[in-house]
């Protein structure tokens, strides 16, 4: 064990884990997120609090992770390198540490423009891939960004990456997750999946490199509302590929959220025979509430306690 990470427990024992996503709200209220901390908890082994999704002003991720915490979830802090030199992610990470944040997804950032503040400057002064670095120095090598020596208590996260398997070139998209593990990343969470035969080949090539023994691969599902959210991501998305015959069964369907979830558990089934996923990640945007119903119709509730 590196860390006091509970996903990390669950995961090293070998548990096929289940991770949801809250999104902090563009407020300073935290009922929000307290209320489905309290939904989710039973169901889910952590959860993501995002950091200013879509480059819109959001309640801090760390923030958010506080509120995880106190209402018993598990966060897992998103933290991009979008808005904060090496200086502050640094900073962040101390005082995320010690107010109880034990993991940690290092992200380079929507770009601002797709945001609600188009003009503002972006700072990128390190990538992700020095991020994961960064932090891994930090806990392992208990040195600053700068080479300087942490004199005291280091921040011990469990450190995670993304992943897309769908983006142009293909072949290249497996050579930067490599990157990635081998900057410091213990575990990955993909992009939300769709075409499970292009993931089949992802992962083949993953398995030919060894590295889902170096990291673990936390696989993306996203249950869909409405037939005009599938040609949405289909069409406008990049990097996301949506296959014809999903589209269609949303917009044949009587009840298309009921077919997006009958959807969204196939997928879990069938990652769940794949070599090399070790769980699922469930990105209910705005729909936070159904993830208990996908999570028990899949097979995966109760969900494990870490020894």
Request: some cysteine; charged content about 25%; hydrophobic content about 40%.
């Amino acid at each position: 064990m590196k860390t006091e990470s509970k996903l990390e427990k669950l995961l090293s024992q070998g548990h096929f884990v289940v991770s949801g996503e809250i999104g902090p709200p563009k407020h300073a209220n935290p009922e929000g997120i307290q209320k489905h901390t309290a939904l989710l908890k039973d169901y889910v082994d952590a959860m993501n609090l995002t950091d200013n999704q879509t480059a819109i002003v959001r309640l801090s991720s760390i923030a958010a992770g506080v509120h995880v915490l106190q209402a018993g979830g598990e966060p897992i802090i998103q933290m991009t390198v979008r808005d904060r030199n090496r200086i502050a992610l640094q900073s962040d990470l101390l005082g995320a540490y010690s107010l109880g944040m034990r993991n940690v997804l290092c992200l380079s950032g929507d770009h601002q423009s797709f945001g609600n503040h188009p003009t503002a400057k972006n700072v990128h002064d390190v990538d992700s891939l020095q991020l994961i670095k960064i932090v891994k120095d930090l806990r392992d090598e208990k040195k600053f960004a700068c080479g300087e020596e942490l004199k005291g208590n280091e921040p011990r996260f469990f450190i995670g990456a993304a992943a897309n398997p769908f983006a142009d070139p293909f072949e290249f998209r497996v050579l930067r997750l490599e990157k990635k593990i081998n900057a410091g990343a213990d575990f990955i969470q993909t992009q939300c999946i769709f075409d499970m035969e292009r993931f089949e080949r992802f992962m083949a090539m993953v398995r030919e490199r060894g590295l889902h023994k170096k990291a673990h691969i936390i696989a993306g599902v996203m249950p869909l509302k409405s037939a005009k959210a599938a040609k949405y991501m289909q069409q406008s998305v990049a990097g996301m590929i949506v296959p014809d015959e999903i589209v269609s069964r949303m917009e044949k369907a009587a009840d298309p959220r009921a077919e997006g979830v009958a959807i969204c558990v196939e997928q879990i089934k069938h990652l769940q025979t794949i070599e090399g996923v070790a769980g699922v990640h469930i990105m209910a945007v705005m729909w936070e509430e159904i993830i208990p119903t996908i999570v028990k119709e899949a097979g995966l509730y109760p969900r494990p306690k870490a020894e």
